[in-house]
């Protein structure tokens, strides 16, 4: 398998805030790994809240580049809320991905919600 990256998407039909598609941020997030010249390896979204307990499209991404060390170059998401809204586990959640070599791309890092 070539190098790549991955894509992560989430969105929160219960958010009070106009919410983006998971389609819409695969699109965009697609666009930059094109642009930054990366082939998209594998795509994974969830449909709800960052504190809901089960979050299969996080927990595939995770097995998914854990199965793929040595590929897996990035992490693609539109903001860093998709991921987490939680300060400390997103740091957690970077310096484990950082330590296997893996970096997270933020599509968009002026948004306003984020850490």
Known sequence: MPRGVVIYSRC???????EISNSAQEEVCREMAV?????????????GSDKDESREGLDELTR?????????VAIIVLDTSRLT??????????????????AIIVVDSNEDNAI
Do not use: C
């Open 85 to 102: 809204s939680d300060i400390f586990e997103f740091t957690e959640m970077q310096q484990k991905l950082s330590g296997n070599g893996i």
């Open 12 to 18: 929160n039909p219960h958010a009070d805030n106009v």
């Open 64 to 72: 998914f580049w854990l199965q793929n060390l040595g590929q897996v």
């Open 35 to 47: 642009g930054l010249g990366y082939e998209v390896l594998a795509a994974f979204r969830d449909t």
